[in-house]
Structures are given as C-alpha cells and as structure tokens.
C-alpha cells in the first residue's frame, strides 16, 4: 500500500502528465496504423490495375 503513502497531489500531477503524453501517443499510433493500411491497400490495389493493363496490352499486341 504504498500509494497511501503518496499525496494526492502527486498522484494528480502523475495522471496528468500520463493524460498529456499517453493520449498523444495513442493517436498518433491510430494514424500511424491507419496510414500504413490505406498505404498498403493503394500499393495493392495499383499492382492488380497496372497487371491488367498489362494483360489487355498483351491482348491487344496479339490482335495485331
């Protein structure tokens, strides 16, 4: 029980300064994670279109 033995003060300063960095910090890791998804889903996402473009460009050079 060694809280009991700390003011309350100092437990106020300390959930304070806790509050002031830790909820900055989970923010910016929610944005970190959503950014790197959208980021990988775009890459994604560009690979299938410039592989179908690719194969219509096959297509069309055996029409030829």
Do not use: H
Request: charged content about 25%; hydrophobic content about 55%.
């Amino acid at each position: 029980m060694w809280l009991a033995l700390v003011s309350t003060e100092l437990l106020t300063v300390i959930a304070m300064l806790a509050l002031l960095v830790g909820v900055p910090l989970f923010v910016v890791g929610v944005i970190a994670v959503f950014s790197a998804y959208v980021r990988f889903d775009a890459e994604q996402y560009l690979e299938e279109v410039e592989t179908r473009e690719g194969e219509q460009a096959n297509r069309d050079d055996e029409r030829r």
